[in-house]
Every structure is written in structure tokens, then in C-alpha cells.
């Protein structure tokens, strides 16, 4: 749809992502109150939607879809924000340069950090041909300066939007760099974030098996001290009957001895 020249055309999700992360920011920036880099953001957003998604090879099929649905779905809401912030809705491509730059845009989101930078050198060169070829192509086209004095205003500058897609791509480079910047820091910082979290749950899994260990072995020792209990109290008629009998023979004995003398002092009167 695009042309050869553009190269094949981005995975749609590449392009879904793209715009759902120019609208997140735009969101952002309208909450921390940065008019100019939400305009920029929703613009973004609409050129993602309206010259990338929209003419997408696979857009037929999946337009149905709830991600590219909802994505479409935002794109009025989108640019009645952008007139209402001062902007301009810029128009669907005119040309297969400005289509080869935004397919150019969304590979570099979709890629993310495992597209190189020689790639991004060879889709800026290719959009940079295209946009080339594009110029030649309407100069050929158009009248001579000379035979045509209905030439269409604007002077030397009328056809400089054509090998605009270079710097759009460069423009589009930079930026796309600070988002994959940002985005690798905050994959860090969730990994950071969740080995802490690991830690964490080590550590409560860690104080609950000892608890539980604490536990059994209160229940051990309140067992044990029950049991103890009960075996003195078994105990404690048996050692009782000890005594009486201990005190019963004493008894006996001094009986025994007492009767013992009485009969020596019997004698002894006898003997006299």
C-alpha cells in the first residue's frame, strides 16, 4: 500500500503501541500543565492513526479488533483537543514520502531496544529516497517556470515540504530515542521493584515458618507440662499412703520400746 520504497510495512501492534504511548504521554503532559508537549503528543498520535494505522495492510481485517477499535475510536476526541490547544489536524498523506516516514516512526517504536542503529540509518535513508523520488517524480510533472504563469504561490519554498520526511524522521529519531530511554528505565526500575517484592515475600515466608515453629513447640511444652500435671496427681495418693504407713510403724516401734523397758524394770525388781 505504501510502496516498496517504505519497505514493508511495521507489525499493527507496533503501530497500536506507538500510539498508545504518544497518547499516554500527551495524557501526562496534561496533567503536569505542558500545552506544547501534549499538542506535540496528540499530534503524533493523530499522524500514527491517520497515515500509519489507517493504511495498514492488515487495518481491514483488524479494524474490528478492540485495541485498533478503541485507538480509532479516541481520534476525534484527539483532535478536537488539538484545535482547542491552537493546532492544526494535518492532513492524511499526500505522497509516499510522508507514508514511508510515519511507517519509518512506528518500526522504530514497534522495534523498540533491539532496533540498531544501523537500522534506523537504513529506514531514514529509505524515506529520504522516497521523498526524493516523490519530488522528482512531481517536478517532472509540473509546467516549467517560464511556460506556466499560474505556478502555485509560495516561490522557491513550494516544494520543500517534499524532502521534509528526513528531518520529520530525525525529529521523530530523537524522540523515539528519549522514549526507549525512558521506557528501558522504568523496566528497570519494575525489576528493581519486583526482586524487592521477591525479597520481601522471602523474608515474610521465612518469619512465618518460624512462627509456626515457635508455635509448635509452645504447644509441645503445654503438652508436656499437662502431662506432668496429670502424673502428680496420680501420684499423690500413692505417696500419701507412704506416710501414713511410715507414721503407723514408727508408732509401733516406740509402742515396742516402751514395752520393752517395762518389762527390764520388771526384771530387775525380781533380780533384787
Given at each position: 500500500m505504501l510502496g516498496d520504497d517504505a519497505g514493508a510495512a511495521p507489525p499493527i501492534k507496533g503501530v497500536c503501541r506507538s500510539a498508545s504511548i504518544a497518547l499516554r504521554k500527551a495524557n501526562l503532559a496534561k496533567e503536569t500543565g505542558d500545552a506544547d508537549e501534549e499538542l506535540a503528543q496528540l499530534r503524533s498520535f493523530n499522524r500514527t492513526i491517520a497515515n500509519v494505522l489507517r493504511l495498514h495492510p492488515m487495518y481491514p481485517?483488524?479494524?474490528q479488533d478492540e485495541e485498533v477499535a478503541g485507538l480509532d475510536a479516541?481520534?476525534?476526541e484527539v483532535r478536537r483537543r488539538i484545535e482547542a490547544l491552537g493546532g492544526k489536524v494535518a492532513p492524511p498523506p499526500e505522497s509516499v514520502a510522508e507514508a514511508a516516514a510515519s511507517v519509518a516512526a512506528a518500526r522504530l517504536v514497534a522495534g523498540g531496544g533491539k532496533v540498531s542503529l544501523l537500522e534506523r540509518r537504513r529506514m531514514s535513508r529509505a524515506a529520504s529516497r522516497a521523498g526524493s523520488r516523490a519530488g522528482s517524480r512531481a517536478a517532472s510533472a509540473a509546467p516549467s517556470r517560464d511556460a506556466s504563469p499560474e505556478?502555485?504561490?509560495?516561490?522557491p519554498h513550494a516544494d520543500a515540504h517534499v524532502h521534509?520526511?528526513?528531518?520529520?524522521?530525525?525529529?521523530?529519531?530523537r524522540r523515539l530515542a528519549a522514549v526507549e530511554q525512558s521506557?528501558?528505565?522504568r523496566a528497570a526500575k519494575e525489576a528493581e521493584t519486583?526482586?524487592?517484592?521477591?525479597?520481601?515475600?522471602?523474608?515474610?515466608?521465612?518469619?512465618?515458618?518460624?512462627s509456626r515453629r515457635a508455635d509448635a513447640r509452645a504447644e509441645t511444652a503445654e503438652t508436656l507440662v499437662w502431662e506432668l500435671q496429670e502424673a502428680l496427681q496420680a501420684l499423690s495418693p500413692a505417696l500419701q499412703g507412704t506416710e501414713?504407713?511410715?507414721?503407723?510403724?514408727d508408732a509401733r516401734v516406740d509402742r515396742?520400746?516402751?514395752?520393752?523397758?517395762?518389762?527390764?524394770?520388771?526384771a530387775r525388781e525380781i533380780a533384787r
Open positions: 481485517r483488524k479494524k479516541k481520534l476525534p505556478r502555485a504561490p509560495g516561490g521534509s520526511p528526513h528531518y520529520v524522521v530525525t525529529d521523530l529519531s521506557e528501558k528505565a519486583e526482586a524487592r517484592l521477591a525479597d520481601l515475600a522471602r523474608r515474610a515466608a521465612a518469619a512465618e515458618e518460624a501414713s504407713a511410715d507414721a503407723t510403724r515396742l520400746e516402751a514395752r520393752i523397758g517395762e518389762v527390764d524394770a520388771a
